[in-house]
Each structure stands twice: as C-alpha cells, then as structure tokens.
C-alpha cells in the first residue's frame, strides 16, 4: 500500500512555495487591516446546521459531514467561511449596530471540486462588510477584491457584473416552483443555453423569451440598455439594472467592467449584486464576490451584507518568489559553548542552523559561520 499518496485534488504545499503563499496572505490581511477589516478565525469544524442554510443544496453537496462522538450531533468541515462570518456578526457581534468590517484567510475543504483542476482544499480569503445596504458598500467591497489581486501580481483585471435579482424577479413573477427555478438556475449558472431553452419553452410569454435571452445579455454597458428593451418592466428588474449601471460609473478606470446578467456563479446564498474578477492566463475566476443581505437571520439577526473571497492556491504561480535569508552555521562540536551566542543571533532575526553532518553551505543554505574568536565569539564567511 502506498501510504504516501494523497487524495485526488489534494496536495502538499512544499517549503518555498509555502514562504510565498504565507507572505501574500499576511500582505492581503494587511491590505484589510489598513481599510478597517477585523480579522477573525472561525473553527474548521462546526454544526452542519450552523454552515448550511436550508435549500442551499450547492454548499451542501460540497460539505463533508461527520457524526460528533460527543453530541451524536451531525457535524460539518467547513466548504465556505462566509456563513461562520455571518454567525459571527449576528451572535458574537450582535452588540455592534453599525457597520461591521470582518475579514479571514483560513483552509476550507470541498467534498467534490469545483473544477478540473481545483483544489478541494482552497485556502480561502476573504472581506466582508455588514450593516449598510448602500451600493458605496459594494463598491468599496469591490475596489478592495481588485487591489488585492493587483497586489499578489495580477495583470489586466477583468470585471463581470452581475445581479442575480433580475433571475429571482423573473422566476417569482412566473410562479416558478422551488425545483423549477433551482433547475434553471444550474443551467444558467453552467451557461448551458439548450437546457435553459428547454426549461424556459414550457412557460408562458413574456417569461419564456426574458429568461430565454438572459444568456445573450452580457457584454459593455450598452447590453444594460438591450435588457431594457427585451426584458418585462418589473421593479425588481428596473432597481437591479440601475444599480449595476451605477456600479459600473464607480468603478470606471479600476478594471475592465463587463455585465453579464445571467452571471449566477455566485453561492445560493447571494440576493443581489454578484461580481467577479478574471484575467488573462487563467479560465476561471480569481475571485467572486456579491451581496447576500440577511444571510444571518437564521442566527438571529438580518443585516445588509456584502463581500468576496479568492483561494490563494489559485494565484501561487504568479506570487512573487520571496528568498530565505540565508543563515549562519554552527558546528555540531561548539554548540554546547555557543548556546548563549546562538540565542542572541536568533533574538536579532538571524537564521541559525545546527551542522550535524559537516554538509556544505549550498546543502544547510548558509553563507556564514560562527567560530569561537579571542573574544567571544565571530560570524565570518562560510564557502
């Protein structure tokens, strides 16, 4: 059997790239840190009922259970840290009744995953911010997720803008069952326009052909004034589209902006504005964000929420390489007399390496020596 083997989709973070992965994560907690967001650290394990609304059947497919020994309770491994962030806003923070700013960077692990080429253990991190319903929120929210990929090295940023308001008017209006609208969704969630053609041909007009064309509205912001034109006048669809179109005035010279309004790649929990940012190089998105207001009423509090989130595993070819300092060797033979001098090169941020094997310095990654001197002792060159 061969016990070194790691599950499909799973995989091991070795030395260097770990060192890079670690300091664009502290960089991104920075970046939060500066704009106001609290840092905070949810458990990886918790109640299944606690991460899973009811009817969110995408995260639930996604969430391995497990049964507690303790409780007989059943258990979930976190899929995604945005409902334990909003747990915590609704119950921990409930005393808090302005805006809350919270951000996390934690691993989560997926049951199936969400790609060919996905990892099913992300390390996701994300900003979110609750108490304001304001479109300034979303663009703020948006403004950080592009800075911060920007930040770890990315190029020629892309942002599609989306309003999963304008499917959920539709569907209501249509009087769509539960099932009905979740097998739409999918199908214009995976852009899977025949089956959309499909469900849609059994609906009356004008729904049939609004939710038809929906794959077809995407593209610059001339597409907002085609979707005034085909798609029906109800409130819900007129408020979504303004707000887009005032989303995209703000956030002019930031990106490149798009909108596509059959963009559903959002979680179930979202309820309005969706957004995501792509860029050359890489086939899906690098990060995604929306609004998802009231997300923790089941916690005991609804509240206006926004945010987004990115898998840092996603990036690490373009992280910038960060070099280990290289360190001092000691000799196996002096430790005992240098212990004193080796705590204080340590205290100073130096790297200091026990030689047990009398190994070369390219092999112990050391450029220097410590060797006893006259007076002490001496750090010199170490070839």
């Known amino acids: 059997m061969r016990n070194w083997l790691l599950p499909e989709h799973i995989a091991d973070i070795l030395p260097a790239t770990a060192r890079q992965v670690e300091s664009a994560k502290a960089a991104m907690l920075d970046l939060f840190r500066s704009a106001g967001y609290e840092l905070v650290s949810p458990p990886l394990i918790e109640y299944a009922d606690s991460l899973i609304s009811e009817g969110d059947d995408a995260l639930d497919l ?7 020994q303790l409780s007989g309770r059943q258990l979930g491994l976190r899929a995604d840290i945005t409902p334990q962030v909003a747990r915590i ?14 951000c996390y960077a934690g691993s989560v692990v997926h049951a199936l995953p969400s790609g060919l080429m996905s990892s099913r253990e992300p390390l996701q991190v994300g900003a979110e911010l609750y108490g304001y319903a304001g479109i300034e929120a979303d663009e703020e929210i948006i403004a950080l997720m592009l800075e911060v990929l920007s ?9 599609d803008l989306g309003h999963v308001g304008i499917f959920r008017a539709l569907a209501a209006a249509a009087g769509l069952s539960h099932k009905a609208t979740r097998e739409l969704f999918l199908a214009l969630q995976g852009k899977d326009v025949g089956t ?8 009356a007009e004008p729904w049939r052909s609004a939710l038809r064309v929906l794959p077809e509205l995407y593209g610059p912001a001339e597409v907002l004034a085609r979707a005034r034109a085909v798609l029906p006048p109800l409130p819900e669809i007129d408020a979504a589209l303004d707000q887009l179109a005032a989303l995209g005035d703000a956030l002019k010279g930031q990106a490149e902006i798009g909108f596509d309004l059959a963009e559903l790649r959002g979680d179930d929990y979202h309820t309005g504005l ?30 206006p929420a926004t945010g987004f989130s990115l898998d840092l595993r996603d990036l690490i070819r373009i992280l910038p390489e960060r070099d280990s300092v290289r360190g001092i060797r000691v000799a196996a033979a002096q430790l005992p007399a240098a212990k004193a001098e080796i705590a ?16 070369s310095a390219e092999a112990l990654y050391c450029d220097r020596e410590l060797i006893p001197a006259a007076s002490g002792w001496q750090v010199v060159p170490f070839n």
């Open 62 to 68: 996604k969430t391995f259970k497990l049964v507690d």
């Open 196 to 203: 959309v053609n499909e469900l849609a041909g059994r609906l």
């Open 89 to 102: 806003d609704a119950h921990l923070l409930s005393g808090r009744q302005g805006v809350t700013r919270l």
């Open 344 to 359: 204080r090169l340590r205290a100073a941020g130096e790297v200091v390496l026990i030689d047990y094997l009398g190994e």
């Open 151 to 159: 930040q770890a090295g990315v190029a020629g940023l892309r942002l």
């Open 274 to 303: 969706v957004y995501a940012a792509y860029a050359p190089g890489w086939s899906e998105a690098l990060a995604r964000g929306g609004r998802y207001d009231n997300v923790g009423e089941r916690f005991g509090r609804a509240r």
